[in-house]
């Protein structure tokens, strides 16, 4: 921001659909095991969006967006605790799961070995999203202001998984 006059900054929040990384590692997870483990006390909480949506504001802010620098968080309004939403997804698939509190650090480990021979649901680097809350700060332009009304994430969620089932 401060070498460039026009350049706008998009700080997405986890991106749901279109075959992310993220839901598929869990859908695999969730269907593999019996016993899910949930990184920490799973009180986390995140505000995912819709990968149409990101890619609506990235087009309004090409085409349309010039006065200076700006920047974006592009969230939708529903806010989960991994906890919740490891839950609403159980509910969705219909499956009995047992979802285990697992401290970080052995969450690590396993993750660190499972890489190692192209396993692991999850990477290191996605491991960093359950360590502190992942949600919008008000502090900055969202995909309202570009005039777009996010979709409903939970009907998203829906039809991943259904999708994927």
Do not use: C, H, W
Not at 108 to 131: A, D, T, Y
Not at 138 to 160: A, F
């Amino acid at each position: 921001q401060k070498n460039l006059s026009k350049v706008s900054i998009i700080r997405p929040s986890i991106i749901l659909g279109g075959g992310d990384k993220f839901s598929k590692s869990l859908l695999t997870l969730f269907k593999m095991t019996l016993i899910i483990p949930l990184v920490g006390n799973g009180k986390s909480k995140f505000q995912p969006v819709y990968i149409e949506d990101v890619a609506n504001g990235i087009d309004k802010i090409i085409n349309y967006s010039t006065n200076g620098s700006q920047i974006f968080e592009f969230t939708s309004n529903t806010i989960f605790s991994y906890k919740d939403f490891y839950s609403f997804i159980i509910s969705l698939l219909n499956y009995k799961r047992l979802v285990i509190s697992t401290p970080l650090i052995l969450v690590k480990i396993g993750v660190f070995i499972l890489e190692k021979i192209s396993l692991s649901p999850v990477s290191s680097e996605q491991l960093k999203l359950f360590e502190d809350d992942n949600i919008a700060s008000n502090k900055y332009k969202k995909l309202e202001d570009l005039g777009i009304k996010t979709q409903d994430i939970k009907q998203i969620v829906k039809k991943i998984v259904i999708k994927n089932s």
